[in-house]
């Protein structure tokens, strides 16, 4: 099983339980350093933790039985490329689980009020990011990920 964007090994156990080997990858390095330490604390020793960019999997093509990849995405700048890769290390009868967030009027609202209140100098980068024209929350939407999937997986 490959998990991509791993982050700090939050689904690393559930898919230890269930695959042989396990492969999590992730692009920030501080994240692996969370997920060694929960694996070695839950003595955990099939899964093999990877730096790398989900756009450039470094592994033969058709090597895995599943892919997951829950919320990295959104964060993704051609999520396209990463659909790409994923279709290309999965075998033929592989699954790729993939989730993003459905981000609508009432998500942003409640993520505006959190940072806002509980968060006021995340607020200030968060307005002047606006302020630039950049999206603070993510960089691609989920209606262009959805698009960037269907050429590479059904979705179901």
Known sequence: ALDV???????????????????????????KYAARFMLAKRDISNVLLCRTDARLLPFRSETFDLAVCLSVMEHIPEP??????????????????????ME???FRFVRQVEFHLLRPKAWKTIRDMEEQGRDPWHIVRWKRIEESLRPYFLIE
Do not use: M
Request: a negative charge.
């Open 5 to 31: 964007g791993t982050g700090i090994g939050f689904f690393l156990p559930t898919l230890a339980e269930r695959a042989s080997h396990v492969v999590g990858v992730d692009y920030s390095t501080d994240l």
């Open 104 to 106: 609508h009027l009432l």
């Open 80 to 101: 396209g490329e990463a659909f790409q890769e994923l279709n290309r290390v999965l075998k033929d009868s592989g699954v790729a689980v993939v989730g993003w967030p």
